[in-house]
């Protein structure tokens, strides 16, 4: 019998080039020995519902899209408690976490490897009630992605994020906050953090740190706390640049398990989409918990 693949398509993500190459990506597929079963996705958490829904019945789960289509393949496998291997067709504006899996940017090629390739035990991470695949951030620059229109990504691609987040640095929010990890508790005021699973962030590689890696059990941890004046500003945006984390602004580190309390409501940002505005975060990472298709 012919194995099952469930392949979910966001017919948006990017310039919707999945649309030429579809004959031929699932050609490859029914060569490799699936009876495909297509579906595109409609709406946002479209494709998260058919996971959980559907991904049991499957040998295989395949999506093409950006990070985020990702992320809601990876939330209804975690939600359902599927255990089959997922593939990956990166056809988003950015793809951080494709990159870091050095994924192919040829569509064909990454159908190909995913006929090829072995499964890889990524970690995961726990958001409160929802899930991340590999990032979750709150602060400046954090809505970029999502209030960025598909249309604008579609045209710019990167530079789009570039020109959005220009913006933001009029008028910067701060946040008070409390964070406990690693048995240590960091308080402050805070114009940015992230926890995050990747080697590239908003398309810049390394920002995270040397050593990442995707399997290992815990995160890394980057918290910029807020400038007091426009110097201070100038030499956080250096200290980024230059990859010189360890700052005085800036703390830098691992861990599997984390508490952040806020004063106010925090709106965070999940793998490029909106993940709510929150004032108790607690995110915990469940280590090799999702297989993904690498070559």
Request: hydrophobic share 35%; proline share 3%.
């Amino acid at each position: 019998m012919k194995k099952k693949m469930l392949f979910i398509i966001n017919p948006k993500s990017g310039k919707g080039l999945i649309k030429n190459k579809l004959l031929e990506i699932i050609d490859i597929f029914v060569k490799g020995g699936y009876d495909v079963h297509s579906y595109t996705t409609q709406s946002f958490l479209d494709a998260c519902k058919m996971t959980k829904e559907r991904a049991s019945e499957y040998d295989m789960v395949v999506c093409s899209g950006g990070d985020g289509t990702l992320d809601e393949i990876i939330t209804g496998m975690m939600e359902s408690g599927a255990d089959c291997p997922v593939g990956y067709i990166p056809a988003g504006s950015t793809n951080d976490f494709a990159n870091s899996l050095k994924l192919s940017k040829n569509m064909v090629k990454a159908a190909q490897d995913i006929m090829d390739g072995m499964p890889y035990l990524c970690d995961v991470g726990s958001f409160n009630d929802d899930y991340f695949v590999y990032i979750a951030a709150f602060g400046i620059f954090t809505d970029v992605s999502y209030q960025t229109r598909q249309e604008l990504k579609n045209i710019l691609g990167h530079l789009a994020y570039v020109l959005e987040g220009v913006k933001r640095l009029y008028g910067i929010k701060s946040y008070k906050m409390k964070i406990e990890a690693n048995d240590e508790t960091i308080e402050g005021d805070f114009i940015y953090g992230m926890i995050t699973n990747s080697d590239s962030v908003g398309g810049f590689r390394n920002m995270t740190g040397k050593h990442v890696k995707l399997n290992d059990g815990v995160y890394e941890v980057t918290l910029i706390r807020t400038p007091q004046n426009p110097l201070e500003l100038q030499e956080i945006i250096g200290a980024l640049l230059m990859k010189e984390v360890n700052s005085k602004y800036i703390h830098s580190f691992k861990t599997d398990y984390i508490v952040m309390e806020a004063e106010e409501e925090i709106p965070w940002t999940l793998d490029g989409e909106f993940g709510g505005d929150h004032k108790h975060v607690e995110i915990i990472n469940h280590k090799q918990a999702i297989p993904i298709i690498v070559k």
